[in-house]
Antibody, heavy 121, light 109 residues
């Protein structure tokens, strides 16, 4: 079964850091670009970041550029999101998502269950 | 940034009837457009990509059309499980700058 399982969310103070993980199974992880997408409480979806299958290329939304770092360990089938200098507006459920096709960054056919990040003092 | 605008914000339709949801892009995204369904407390589910290709396991009552800046998701005969929020997403930029519409809530009339 193709599956993504996120972990690492929690409560953090403004200015703090958090590292999210996403464990993948059931597909050839290194063949697919992966993304993080977030959803603030009661709001819509916002793409955060993407990484190529090899890990050699990374992409970020302007709202997180310079503060968040996406990475992957293909030997462990795991995706990461290092979040620094967190702000209240980063409060959201964070989903990892798999690209529907092996090439490029496009639509997402598999999503994790999400992990909640709350930034508050 | 490509802005995606969905209409209407809320659509009230009776079970068994047809629902038509719209999505407009602020500039052409070719056919690089996807549709998702999201139910409360759940992750989004991919319905359509490439503007008109149904994702694996998606029933035939879901169909997508359009290209350029105007797109439509049609649900031909609404089932009870179809009442949810629907999002469109463009993925036309390179380097990637993926954007989503604000969502259309499909509710039971």
């Amino acid at each position: 079964e193709v599956q993504l399982v996120e972990s690492g969310g929690g409560l953090v103070q403004p200015g703090g850091s958090l590292r999210l993980s996403c464990a993948a199974s059931g597909f050839t992880f290194s063949s697919y670009a992966m993304s993080w997408v977030r959803q603030a409480p009661g709001k819509g979806l916002e793409w955060v970041s993407a990484i190529s299958g090899s890990g050699g290329s990374t992409y970020y939304a302007d709202s997180v550029k310079g503060r968040f770092t996406i990475s992957r360990d293909n030997s462990k089938n795991t995706l990461y999101l290092q979040m620094n200098s967190l702000r209240a507006e980063d409060t959201a459920v964070y989903y990892c998502a798999k690209d529907v096709v092996p090439a490029g960054v496009d639509a997402f056919d598999i999503w994790g269950q999400g992990t909640m990040v709350t930034v508050s003092s | 940034e490509i802005v995606m605008t969905q209409s209407p914000a809320t659509l009230s339709v009776s079970p068994g009837e047809r629902a038509t949801l719209s999505c407009r892009a602020s500039q052409s995204v070719s056919s690089n457009l996807a549709w998702y369904q999201q139910k409360p407390g759940q992750a989004p589910r991919l319905l359509i990509y490439g503007a008109s290709t149904r994702a694996t396991g998606i029933p035939a009552r879901f169909s997508g059309s359009g290209s350029g800046t105007e797109f439509t998701l049609t649900i031909s005969s609404l089932q009870s499980e179809d009442f949810a929020v629907y999002y469109c997403q463009q993925y036309n930029n390179w380097p990637p700058r993926i954007t989503f519409g604000q969502g259309t809530r499909l509710e039971i009339k």
